[in-house]
């Protein structure tokens, strides 16, 4: 090509060297010089990439490398845990991830519990993963590696006793660091364990949400776990520091996980659905939660509950609800589910599973409310006690018993009150010690007087509390 193209730019015959290159011919020399220059761009770009990537690779492998080193001098190996870490090195950004679990004598890898309850053996070492990589590098799917195995200073077990791993996370599985964790022996079992040695005692739980006890002797016992500042955090079970328990084999490592997380705010409003003016709340008021595991109950009338989060919210009653089935008793009464429709065919409206937004929500909860004239105006405790059902009240196999500081009376000696759902004897006296007497009822706020339904005599100090529309 070349040859012809020398022979055309200078023929043999002189008179032909006057001619001109056709526009086919510069256009085809040019096709040619550019082949070759982007044959050699392409060749100095892959070679500096490569120089680049390795550069960046030895740098990734001190960089596993020093991970390593920092994990072996750390003197507690309980304290090694995973972490992802970023450095900057010459405007380049490396990722630093390192994972670490226990490997035991039956052969498990565990981050923190294992996933069966018994046969993990003890502990053994501590396994260490680390992998590097870093913006830019050519195969994303190679990092740079490097594991490495770390033993204890001394024994964590001998023959004779076991362990306990404590891991807990929160709701989205995110390790929850920093935790108070007590064990104890659980005297409630036919076989409860021994008290804990200084040695033997878990620290806080670390990076990776566990602790670990060592050298427990074998018996049953108790876990707990809290918050060292007293923040709202809280369990499925609404539990503020929740407890476990667990038995502990000769040669075993006993898994004890959590789940632990900021409550959510729910800010409640009591009898909601009154809106005439002050009503006085029992002191003693028993508030269900719904939507966990089991039903939970809180005491008081605080103004805000911490609940732990949960996607599809709470429903409240007032009052101790107690389903079908519970030992001890059944309380349905609460519930306005669970009343019938009555004679005009109308059910009880029931407040909507409620779920917080941005860690907040608001609560409206109903209640009965009725005013009681005081049996002596110089009383100064209203006390309201569930009884017979009435009126297609499910009824309280448990006794229900609350009680009311008289505040805000009328000239009448008259108070409102809202109480729970359900059949309740109202009585008031000078002191929690004093004889108490029949309240006369002398305003029905949705209300069905006792004496209409099998109350008389002594009865008339009985009201039904209904959550069901009359029509």
Sequence with gaps: MLQLLSDRLRPADPADRDAGLSIVEVVVALLVFAVITVGSVVAVGLTLSITSDNRSREVATNLASEAVDVARGVADVIQV????????????T????????????????????????????SLFYKRLQVAVTWTGMRSPDSPVTSDTILAPNSRLNDQDTGTILIGVKDSQGAAVPGLVVTVEPDTGSSTPGKALT???????????????????????????????????????????APVKTVVVAKGDSAPVPFTYELGDDYAIKYAANYTGGTVLLPDNLKT?????????????????????????????????FRPTGTAGGSCLSPDPSLW???????????QPFVAASDKKASYSLPMGVTTIKLADGNDKVVRAVSTAALNGDPGCAVPQSYEFTVKGKTSANEVTLALPYGTWAI???????STFRGVTLSGLIG?????????????????????????
């Design 288 to 320: 269900t939660v719904l939507g966990g595991p089991s039903p939970t109950t809180t005491s008081g009338t605080p103004a805000d509950v911490w609940l732990y989060p949960l996607a599809t919210g709470y429903r409240m009653v007032a009052g101790d």
């Design 340 to 350: 019938p429709a009555n004679a005009a065919g109308k059910t009880a409206p029931v």
């Design 94 to 121: 490396y990722k630093v991830a390192q994972t670490a679990a226990w490997q035991t004598t039956t052969g498990v890898d565990a981050t923190c519990t294992p996933a069966a309850a018994t046969g993990n053996g």
């Design 81 to 92: 845990t995973s972490a992802t870490t970023t450095k900057d090195v010459g405007g380049v």
């Design 198 to 240: 200084a040695a033997s005692k878990p620290a806080a739980t670390n990076a990776d949400g566990c602790a670990v006890a060592i050298k427990i002797l074998p018996g049953a016992y108790k876990v707990t776990i809290s918050r060292s500042d007293a923040a709202p955090w809280r369990d499925a079970s609404q539990a503020a």
């Design 427 to 433: 009585t008031s006296g000078n002191s929690t010690t």
């Design 447 to 471: 209300t069905i007087l006792g004496t209409i339904f099998g109350g008389g005599g002594a009865g008339t100090n009985v009201v039904s509390l209904d959550p069901r529309p009359a029509s």
